[in-house]
């Protein structure tokens, strides 16, 4: 065969495409923000990175769950902070508010292997 073979492409510059023909572009985008809200708190609330989860992201309002008061509290009192850098991590946005509920939070596996 002597076709001519297509440029190559970085994996994650065809999962938009991937995701909107499939009609997951919403949750490709949900699980990009996840993973911004992540960043956020290991970098700008070190105390609480493992202890919270991005749960949903609404029209003006971040809800987030913590594993206790006291890392609620804390992603309160930088609550603005946080909705700020959010605005600029890769699936998020401006948003106003930001809330908090206690629940449990399972910790992220690094390995899927692991069990």
């Keep these: 065969m002597s076709g001519r073979r297509r440029p190559m492409r970085r994996l994650g510059d065809l999962l938009p495409e991937a995701a909107a023909a499939l009609g997951l572009q919403e949750q490709l985008e949900l699980a990009r923000a996840m993973a911004g ?63 908090v509920v206690i629940r449990p939070v399972a910790p992220v596996r690094s390995d899927p292997d692991a069990v």
């Design 37 to 99: 809200w992540e960043r956020l708190v290991a970098e700008l609330v070190p105390a609480a990175a493992g202890a919270t989860r991005l749960l949903e992201l609404r029209p003006s309002e971040l809800l987030v769950a913590a594993s206790s008061p006291l890392v609620a509290q804390e992603l309160r009192l930088r609550g603005s902070d946080l909705l700020e850098a959010f605005a600029h991590v890769p699936g998020g946005r401006h948003l106003r508010d930001l809330h």
